[in-house]
Every structure is written in C-alpha cells, then in structure tokens.
C-alpha cells in the first residue's frame, strides 16, 4: 500500500530535549516537505527536499533540521524544542517540486512543555 | 514567493444547498491548483486538481474553476452532505514551492 509513514503520532516532552520525528515513504518521491498546521494559520511549511542531499528552508524553519540521506526517509529534528513548537507535524511527499499532488503522512501531535 | 489568500474560513450551510469557497494567488508562473480536504483528526487528502491549461474541471458533486487572469479559483461544492463537513485547503504550485491557503472550515447542517 502506498503511504507516508510518520513517527511517533503523539509526543509530550520538555523543553530542551532533542528529538527526532521520523517520516517514511514507500512510492519513490523525489519531493518530500514538513508542514505544521496551527489553528487559524493553515499548513506552513517548515523544510523540503527535492531529492536526496537537497534540502531548503520552507516558510518557519526556525528551530528545525532535516536530513536527505536516503530517498524514502525524510527525518524532522527538533534540537532544542520550545513551547512555541507545540503543534501538529505532517510530512507530505510527491512525484516532483511542487506540481504534482501530495500525499501526507497521518501527523504527528508534539506537546513540548 | 507565491501568496495564497482562501475565503471564508468558516462556512455553515444546510445539507443539499451548494458551497463555495475562493482562493486567489499572487504569483503568475504558479500551474497547478489542488484542493485537499481534511477530515477530523486525519491528514489533508486530495480531492481534486486544476492545471493552468483548463478552466473548468468536475468530479461528481465537486467542481473546481480557475480564472487565470484573475488569479483565482474556487471550489464548488454542489448538494451538499453532512461528510462534507471538513476543512477545506487550496494550494498553488508550479513556479515554487506549494503553498496552501489557511483553510476553509465548511459545517453541513442535517
């Protein structure tokens, strides 16, 4: 079955301690992007990833990394999380940049208290 | 970059009227307009596309228009059902990154 798979759905932790979310695809999407939705503000997109090593800031990348190593995987990367990155994280993948319909993962919900 | 502004962003209507919710986009390369519909507590799915070489697409109860020089297109959304309650996104792509819409909250009253 084709899918974006994210991990894990649901995270409460503390300020301060890293963590890693983790997002895989299965259909050999080239572009590969990390949104996080609030209320109010719609899906704002925080980095993407053309292909593999390519990666670009999106529209709020402040306190967020990500890597491209491989095609399928797509990791978001919180170093130092903040109250302010409490929110709910999709990662979404396609066929091409930005004309081509994507697909999303089931989000993640981080509380960071 | 690409600017995309959605109206309204809340709709009540009753089951069996029509909906309709507008988006508009700043950047004239952009080539590629989907809407996503998010159920829930579940992820954004596609419900339709327009590319820039068609003015008119249906599937079903939903259409989707696009007046390219005006830089908008809407969603229409014809007898409707209370499943159609939903957030309702609208995206522009092609010429950059996409770039979606703040949503359109559309509640059908039974």
């Known amino acids: 079955e084709a899918q974006v798979t994210q991990n894990p759905r649901y995270l409460i932790t503390v300020t301060g301690k890293k963590l890693t979310v983790t997002c895989s695809q299965n259909?050999?999407?080239?572009?590969m992007s990390w949104y996080r939705q609030d209320p109010g503000l719609g899906l704002r997109q925080i980095y993407y990833?053309?292909?593999?090593?390519?990666?670009d800031k999106g529209d709020v990348p402040e306190g967020y990394k990500v890597s491209r190593k491989e095609k399928r995987n797509f990791p978001l990367i919180l170093e130092s999380p903040s109250p302010n990155q409490t929110s709910l994280y999709f990662c979404?993948?396609?066929?091409?940049?930005?004309?081509?319909?994507?697909?999303f993962g089931d989000g993640t919900r981080l509380s960071i208290l | 970059g690409e600017n995309v502004e959605q109206h309204p962003s809340t709709l009540s209507v009753q089951e069996g009227d029509s909906a309709v919710i507008k988006c508009t986009y700043s950047?004239?390369?952009?080539?590629?307009f989907p809407w996503y519909k998010q159920e829930l507590g579940k992820r954004p799915q596609l419900i339709i596309d327009?590319?820039?070489?068609?003015g008119e697409k249906k599937d079903q109860r939903i259409a989707v228009t696009l007046n390219k020089t005006a830089k908008h297109f809407s969603l229409h959304i014809t007898e409707t059902q209370p499943e159609d309650s939903a957030v309702y996104f609208c995206?522009?792509?092609?010429?950059?990154?996409?770039?979606f819409g703040r949503g359109t909250s559309l509640i059908v009253h039974p």
């Open positions: 259909m050999n999407h080239e572009y």
């Open positions: 950047d004239s390369a952009s080539n590629y």
């Open positions: 327009i590319r820039s070489n068609v």
């Open positions: 995206a522009a792509g092609g010429s950059y990154i996409p770039t």
């Open positions: 990833s053309m292909n593999v090593e390519v990666t």
């Open positions: 979404a993948s396609s066929f091409s940049q930005s004309n081509q319909p994507q697909h």
